[in-house]
């Protein structure tokens, strides 16, 4: 069996190629013929990867980014994938049709550039379309937008990471796929012990709350700084990430007077051993799709608190359910972490043990097996 993950624009330092790999990596141990498509250069090559220089999406030759230039200052980033999806899907067939793949797994972005081409393949949704992007929009963008993601998605099969993305595909977008349903990411739980037993990061207090992502609208750290201020701050509050709202979270911080109490540690590219340091990890976002972080906090063996976006629910099953708290509700946000420092829970993967690598791969070799029934 040969199958092909389209990956687009992520690169091999990326998220979308990262929750994919474990999965990848365990179907081929299988004999199945696994290739991750790029169309921008993710890096030295591995394995029989592929890097296919589409153009009009490929931002490498000169021609190909003033095309893209000029006609996403007409229609729109999102215009333009649409109007222009058969030029691009026309020349990934033709780079992909010597392959002869049993199945081609579209992943995250790359289906709305693609969605004219996608056929009887799958589209893999890995967030919230009508919360991360809709409704951020006013006026007539809105009902535009959603017209737009209904339009593409409309006819497909669809997986989504996780049932919340599922809800918002079909409630909050309207879309009317062929078929939808939930196919989690897969994590290798041993390789990520092995990565998390590795030194902490450098300048990290001995013990400390832990929050980690870009610090935008979505991740709102502004409600996690507001709560965090109300808290009986055991622990100094880390916080890693980079982007352009970090010089307003530090503002905030000084205006709470819990500056001397919380580290900004920046950009950690070896970020997974501070997961196994910190005594508690604080999810405050209002969207996600399938949040790693948490996996990673409960493989730790780290509790966590989280707010009721995305897949959390999921996550945080059963008896660890009481620990999510209303997205936004800075009161029971601090209560919670209050609490959960006074007795916090026993963690492991063996809460999350339905998100396994190998139990995901199955669900991957099944569709592909399925795709012409």
């Not at 535009?144 to 593409?152: C, N, P, S, V």
């Not at 622990?235 to 919380?262: C, M, N, R, W």
């Amino acid at each position: 069996m040969k199958i092909a993950f389209i990956l687009g624009g992520s690169t091999y330092e990326q998220s979308l190629y990262r929750v994919t790999l474990d999965v990848a990596n365990e179907l081929r141990r299988r004999r199945v013929d696994v290739d991750c498509i790029f169309w921008e250069d993710p890096g030295p090559l591995q394995g029989n990867d592929k890097f296919l220089p589409i153009f009009g999406l490929c931002k490498d030759h000169r021609a190909s980014k003033l095309f893209s230039k000029l006609f996403t200052a007409i229609f729109g980033k999102h215009g333009y994938y649409y109007l222009f999806s058969k030029l691009f899907s026309r020349q990934l067939k033709q780079s992909l049709q010597s392959a002869d793949y049993n199945a081609v797994f579209y992943h995250g972005q790359s289906c709305i550039p693609m969605h004219a081409g996608i056929g009887r393949n799958y589209v893999i949704v890995h967030s919230c379309k009508y919360e991360n992007f809709i409704s951020r929009h006013r006026g007539l963008k809105k009902p535009f937008y959603r017209w737009l993601y209904r339009k593409i998605y409309s006819g497909k099969k669809l997986l989504t990471v996780s049932d919340d993305v599922a809800s918002d595909m079909v409630q909050k977008i309207g879309a009317r796929p062929q078929s939808i349903k939930t196919i989690h990411n897969g994590f290798d739980f041993e390789r990520l012990r092995q990565e998390m037993s590795q030194p902490a990061p450098a300048g990290l207090p001995d013990s400390y709350l832990m929050a980690a992502g870009r610090p935008d609208r979505t991740k709102r750290f502004d409600v996690l700084l507001r709560a965090y201020a109300k808290t009986r701050k055991d622990y100094p509050l880390v916080i890693f990430g980079d982007g352009k709202l970090l010089g307003k979270l530090k503002t905030l911080a000084d205006q709470l007077s819990i500056s001397e109490h919380v580290i900004f540690a920046g950009f950690c590219p070896d970020i997974l051993p501070a997961f196994s340091h910190a005594k508690l990890y604080v999810s405050s976002s209002d969207v996600e799709g399938l949040p790693t972080v948490i996996v990673e906090s409960l493989v730790a063996g780290t509790p966590v608190v989280a707010t009721d976006a995305g897949g959390s629910n999921e996550l945080l099953n059963g008896e660890l359910s009481r620990w999510i708290v209303p997205r936004g509700d800075i009161d029971a946000l601090a209560k919670a972490i209050d609490d959960i420092l006074l007795a916090p829970p026993v963690v492991s993967k063996e809460n999350v043990r339905f998100l396994d690598y190998r139990l995901i791969a199955d669900q991957y070799q099944r569709y592909a097996e399925q795709i012409n029934e």
